[in-house]
């Protein structure tokens, strides 16, 4: 592929390749980041496809980055949560209390199936809206709504059902 094939290839496809990360993701900066490292990968690989098939590589390449950009958030998170400190200042009744809420918490945490915890954490944590997570995931907002309302139940049964024992 010459410099010119690949830049009448970069001024076609790129908008609508930044587009798709963007509307994924909802993060306009993230988007380009993406759609330009496609766009150096396809220009380090440089493949033996005809331009018919370039644009759906394109797309598969994007789609795949985003999908890893967004595991190595959720692992980040999840250590961020792990390794979260609170100052409390209460009595020491209290503080021990807090702290073995904050382990059932953490615990349930981690029980919870992945896609419940997804939307959950990012409801919570993140401060996204439904329609957000829906976009974001690439979900109805009801299954979010679904997928959230299951995520309060499952921590209500495990937290409780340990702090009553």
Known sequence: MTKREFKELFDKHFDALRNYVWYR???????????????MKLWEKQPAQNNGNIKGLLFKMAGDRFISNYRRKNVELKFKIATETVNYTGSADEKLHY?????????????????????FLMSRKDNMKYAEIANTLGIGYKAVEK????ALGFLKQKIYSREYE
Do not use: H, N, T
């Open 147 to 150: 997928r959230m309302s299951k």
């Open 99 to 119: 702290d073995e809420l904050k382990l059932q918490y953490q615990k349930a945490l981690s029980d919870m199936p992945e896609k419940q915890r997804i939307v």
């Open 25 to 39: 993701s909802g993060d306009p900066d993230l988007a380009s980041d993406i759609a330009q490292d496609v766009f």
